[in-house]
């Protein structure tokens, strides 16, 4: 795939900001950018189902998908994140029934993550969202700073109080230390401070 990356998963973390959710970091396989994303008690409970290759008496929702694949005669070839708008990842399954037709669909990424783990395949994003969503490691290890985020900071309305400036010196600190819910936070209020 041409502009594309493939990622991996990163890790799952609990999520500080969002009560029962987790945050998803998905990383480029040859690469160091991470796109962080959030994702709900049920989706978590299913990523990690399918990394953990457990073994279920009756299909949750993901294995009833991919039993239905099964039955239609068509297999899932990969994912690809396609568009990264307003802090939310878009999704597109990309299938081949039986007689190698192509087809995609729209899907949530955490959604798409979950059954490409149970077909085992790979997950990919276009350059454009990791341009926008990704969050690279190795850009972060410049400069110290004296800025830290107040105690206050599961309001997003204290990110307000810092200036640009100072929001990309905290992003190079909560990258290095691979906060990358923190670091989603403050790369969505630098990008949405770019487009005014």
Known sequence: MTNCSELIIFRIVDSHFQNMASVLVLKELDGDKHLP?????????AILLALEEAKIKRPLTHDLFVNFMHAVRCSLKYVLIYRFFESIYYARLYFADENKNEFFVESRLSDAVAIALRCKVSVFANEEVLEEAGISSSQMKEGDTDYDLPDDRDDETSLSNYDTQALETILQEVVENEDFEKASLIRDEINRRKKI
């Open 37 to 45: 994303v959030f994702i709900g008690e049920n989706e978590t409970k």
